[in-house]
Each structure stands twice: as structure tokens, then as C-alpha cells.
């Protein structure tokens, strides 16, 4: 591969994927783009600033409570392997995306480049892509270790060199398996469906393997002076824990030990996770372009509707209004990076407060019941509570900030069809509650269960929580009616790398701190029934408003020469 026409083809992935190109150009000629952006800008950089105290806070807590077992490396190897499965989770999907849906990839088979160079460039846009996750999590925690324990300038080369590698094992470890499993799949009808559903079946069974790694590493005891005592000083422990993740044991060894010891297990850093990336390159070279084109040739198998087809579907029985729900769900259901998107966003948090819930009552962790203890002392909070759960459970859905995004050219369709905006909307609306509510039942079913709730309790968080989601998903909406994102050359972009999911990230959490901030400082003043008759007020009104808002902008949206 020649360096030259490597760093050549990088560098136009990295314009193509981030538009580098033509945000200067709407910066510079477009004022309203220009405004939102420094919106966003002054937003995010508020939200860093409110936030950083708070970061210090938790990473001193964490580092005196490992320090005080005589394990401190642990804060770093663990910083290590968080970012790494949260690299490992996000990446999927931007991962096949570009891998396959990318529409760039019809000029790049075109040309005289080996699919090794195509996988090398797409490998390098992606990680470069995930470093966020790694600057979030992963920066802070190195810098504020070397910070706190005086380290010499040689640890912060390690540092550097353990940031800068610490989303390659993930993402190339994730194309060494989906790579070779597509070719598994080749004769399947749904081929992209099934790379997405083996992909997240990878890493549940990594999740898994995490788990049974560290499940029988101590036996845990009722009495936390017993489990202090197992673990505090053994560097057994600290090595086990770390070995879930193989870069998180290595970077751990690199920074705990001293001399030449200390420089081979950083060299060994590097060459795991280059070799991993040479062995992603090969993998490429056997599989990529074969893969590709056979998901091509099977997007071009689509079935065709004939004209008894069409007859069929607008007849009698199926009213345009009931046709374009179909449409809806198929549109929806048909293309992975939206369906598994939409159903997993809506999962996960449940899904990690059962299974954080689970693993550490299995392994009696003292840690838990002091938890539980605390949840007892607020327990008459815990409806209000349950309500704003709801919001982080079910508003973080992906679809109510990509309303029109999601139809990307397919907008011009929705101009022509014989039913009103309104009625547009209203089934799009639907759809999201519906999607919403899968997030809103389980986080209300949990803290339900934590609470022990009465019958009364639940069906007044249900409610409450219905409403609020309704209002948090209108406020997302009228981002994306207002200016939806509508050129993308892969579904993945309508969602992921959308700027309005920026905007409707910021709108929920904005709500859950605010709100909950509120009531923290309030509660001594306000019982616990007029907190969540605020919560309900505040949606009940806000919805009314925000929805004939989204009416008129959806109106004005459908109404122009698209």
C-alpha cells in the first residue's frame, strides 16, 4: 500500500463522513446554519462546564476508594475497558454502515484500489469517529491519575500512547468477526439483517464472557470488612479483573510496573493492537468486496410490485391513511441501521440496570445493599423519580429527532401522497409513542420493582411518564421539522451522525438534570405529590403547545420545493 494515495483516500473519508467541506461552505454562506451551530457549540461547551466538577468529584471518589485497597491501577484499567465496550457498542453500527451502505462505496469499487486500502481507510475513519467516547471517558482519567499520584513524564508518553490505541482493539477485533460471519449468511434473504443480529449476539456473548470472568474472582461476604480484607493488595484480583479486556490488563501492566518491564508492556500494547489491525486488513482482503457486492446484488433483488400489487395495497380495504402505516413500519423495519437502532435505544438502560442489578446481588455485593438502604430512605421519591427514569428509558429512542431525516430523498414522496401533513405526522407521531413506550414500561417496571410500589403508584407513574415522554419527544420533533438532515449517503447518518440528535440528547438530559436538580434542592419544601403533579402540569401544557408547533412546521416542511 503507498503511503501517499493511502493519506490521499483518509483524507477524503474523513471530509466525505464528518462534510467538512460543505460546513464551511453553509458556515460561511448560510447564517441560520451558522447560529445553530453556535448554539450547539455554547450548549455543549455549557453542559462541560456544569459537568466538570462533578466528573472530578466521581474520579477522586474512585481513585482514593481503589487507592485505599492498595489497588490504584485499577482506575486506569477500568477507564480502559469502559471505553473500550462502549467503542465496542456504538462502533457496530457506524461500523457496517460504512462497511456496506455507504454510497461512497460505489465510486470506491470503481477505482483501482485493493479492498485492503478501501478496509485501512474505512478502519482509520471509524476510530477516528469513536475517539470521542475515549476523549470523554478514557483522557480525564489518565490525565487525572498522573495529576493526583505525581507521575514522571515517562507515564504520560504511556498515557498518550494508551489513548491513541484504545478504540482499535474493539473496532478491529468486531471486523474480524463480521467479515468472515457474512459470508455465513450469503445466501439469506435479509443478509444486512442478520450481519447487525450476529453482531449484537458477538457482544452479548462478550458481555457474558466479562461477566464469568469476574464472577467466581472473590468469594464475596455479608461482612464488608471480609471482602476488604480479600481483596485489598492483591494484585491476583486487579490482574483477573483486568484481563475481561485483554488492552485494559496490558495497559494496567505498562503503568504498574517500572524500568524495561514497563517499556515491553507498552511495546506489547502496540503490537496487539497493530497486529489486530493487520489481521482486520487480511480479513479484508478475503472477504470485503465479495461481501459487498453480493448485499448490493441482493438490495437490487427487491421485489417488484406489479400493478395487481398496487391494487392490491390501495384497494377498498387499505384507505391511503392505513397504506402509508404500512409503509411506515415496513420503511422502518426493512432498514437495520433504523430498527435496531430505534428497539436498542429504548433497551438499554433497563437492560444495564437489570444486569448491574443482577450480577451484583448474585455476588451478595455489600455495595448493592447500602444502595438499597439509600433507595428505602427516598422511597416516597421514587415516583417523580420513576417519571424522569421513564425520559433517559424511552426519550433517547432516535426517531423523534430524525423524524423526516430518516426519509433522506424519499421526502418527495410524502408531497405526493393523498393525505394531509397532519395526518403525515400524526402516524409518524404514533409510530415513535409506540417505540418510546417499549423504554417507558421496562424503566417503569423496574423502579417499580425496587420501589415495591402499590397498584395506585404504578399506574400514576405509567401515566405521568407517558405524558412527559410525549412532550420530550415533540420538543425532538420540532428539531428535525424545523431543519431535518436529508442528505446522507448511508441510513446510519440520518441517526447516529445527525445533528439534531445532538440537539434532542441535549433536550433530554437538559430536562432530567434541570428537573431533578429542582426538586433536590426543593424537596424539603415540596411533598412528594406536588412533584409530580409539576412533572405532569409541565408535560400536560408543554405538549399542547409543542404539537401544534410541529403540526405548522411539518405544514411548512411538506410544503416546499424539496
Known amino acids: 500500500m503507498k503511503a501517499k494515495k493511502l493519506i490521499s483516500l483518509i483524507s477524503i473519508e474523513l471530509n466525505q463522513h464528518f462534510k467538512i467541506s460543505k460546513t464551511k461552505y453553509d458556515l460561511k454562506n448560510k447564517k441560520s446554519d451558522a447560529i445553530t451551530m453556535i448554539v450547539v457549540v455554547v450548549a455543549l461547551g455549557f453542559a462541560a462546564v456544569t459537568m466538570l466538577p462533578l466528573y472530578i468529584e466521581f474520579m477522586r471518589n474512585s481513585l482514593m476508594s481503589y487507592a485505599s485497597l492498595?489497588?490504584?491501577e485499577l482506575f486506569i484499567s477500568n477507564a480502559v475497558m469502559i471505553s473500550g465496550f462502549f467503542g465496542l457498542f456504538l462502533g457496530l453500527f457506524i461500523l457496517i454502515a460504512e462497511f456496506f451502505f455507504s454510497k461512497d462505496m460505489r465510486v470506491l469499487v470503481s477505482l483501482p484500489l485493493k479492498p485492503q486500502e478501501v478496509i485501512f481507510s474505512k478502519l482509520f475513519l471509524i476510530i477516528f469517529d469513536q475517539m470521542i467516547i475515549s476523549l470523554v471517558i478514557l483522557l480525564p482519567a489518565l490525565i487525572y491519575y498522573g495529576v493526583?499520584?505525581?507521575a514522571s513524564w515517562v507515564y504520560y508518553i504511556y498515557a498518550f500512547i494508551i489513548f491513541l490505541f484504545s478504540q482499535v482493539f474493539a473496532l478491529t477485533l468486531l471486523t474480524i468477526f463480521i467479515l468472515p460471519i457474512s459470508r455465513i449468511f450469503k445466501s439469506q434473504k435479509n443478509k444486512d439483517f442478520m450481519i447487525f443480529f450476529a453482531s449484537i449476539l458477538f457482544m452479548a456473548l462478550a458481555l457474558l464472557f466479562v461477566y464469568f470472568m469476574n464472577s467466581n474472582i472473590i468469594n464475596f461476604s455479608e461482612n464488608p470488612q471480609d471482602f476488604y480484607n480479600q481483596i485489598a493488595g492483591n494484585q491476583n484480583f486487579m490482574n483477573r479483573i483486568a484481563a475481561a479486556f485483554p488492552p485494559a490488563l496490558v495497559a494496567l501492566k505498562s503503568i504498574s510496573t517500572s524500568g524495561i518491564i514497563s517499556f515491553l508492556w507498552i511495546l506489547l500494547y502496540i503490537g496487539m493492537n497493530i497486529g489486530l489491525f493487520i489481521i482486520a486488513l487480511f480479513m479484508g482482503k478475503k472477504f470485503y468486496y465479495d461481501t459487498y457486492s453480493e448485499l448490493q446484488q441482493n438490495a437490487s433483488n427487491k421485489k417488484i410490485y406489479t400493478k395487481d400489487?398496487?391494487?392490491?395495497?390501495?384497494?377498498?380495504?387499505?384507505t391511503p391513511l392505513k397504506a402509508f402505516e404500512k409503509r411506515e413500519w415496513r420503511y422502518f423495519l426493512r432498514i437495520p441501521a433504523f430498527s435496531i437502532n430505534g428497539f436498542m435505544n429504548v433497551i438499554i438502560f433497563p437492560i444495564i440496570i437489570v444486569i448491574s442489578s443482577s450480577f451484583t446481588a448474585l455476588a451478595n455485593d455489600p455495595e448493592l445493599k447500602f444502595l438499597l438502604d439509600i433507595i428505602n430512605n427516598f422511597k416516597e421519591y421514587l415516583v417523580p423519580i420513576g417519571i424522569l427514569a421513564s425520559v433517559l428509558g424511552g426519550g433517547i429512542n432516535g426517531l423523534s429527532?430524525?423524524?423526516?431525516?430518516?426519509?433522506g430523498s424519499n421526502i418527495k414522496e410524502l408531497k405526493i401522497l393523498p393525505i394531509s401533513a397532519k395526518e403525515i405526522l400524526n402516524v409518524k407521531f404514533k409510530q415513535i409513542m409506540l417505540l418510546s413506550l417499549i423504554g417507558v414500561v421496562a424503566m417503569n417496571a423496574v423502579i417499580a420493582y425496587i420501589g415495591e410500589f402499590s397498584l395506585i403508584q404504578i399506574i400514576i407513574q405509567f401515566l405521568a411518564s407517558v405524558l412527559t415522554i410525549t412532550f420530550i419527544n415533540?420538543?425532538?420533533?420540532?428539531i428535525d421539522?424545523?431543519?431535518p438532515v436529508l442528505e446522507w449517503d448511508?441510513?446510519?447518518k440520518a441517526m447516529k451522525q445527525n445533528i439534531n440528535g445532538l440537539l434532542g440528547i441535549l433536550i433530554v438530559f437538559g430536562y432530567i438534570a434541570g428537573l431533578g436538580f429542582l426538586g433536590y434542592l426543593l424537596n424539603d419544601v415540596l411533598p412528594t405529590w406536588s412533584m409530580t403533579l409539576i412533572l405532569v402540569l409541565i408535560s400536560g401544557i408543554g405538549s399542547i403547545i409543542l404539537y401544534k408547533e410541529v403540526v405548522k412546521s411539518t405544514e411548512k416542511l411538506l410544503?416546499?420545493?424539496l
Open 474 to 478: 415533540l420538543a425532538q420533533m420540532v
Open 309 to 318: 400489487s398496487f391494487e392490491k395495497i390501495f384497494s377498498k380495504q387499505n
Open 148 to 150: 493526583s499520584t505525581g
Open 559 to 561: 410544503s416546499k420545493d
Open 401 to 407: 429527532y430524525s423524524l423526516f431525516s430518516r426519509e
Open 70 to 72: 492498595n489497588l490504584k
Open 481 to 483: 421539522t424545523k431543519k
Open 490 to 492: 448511508n441510513p446510519q
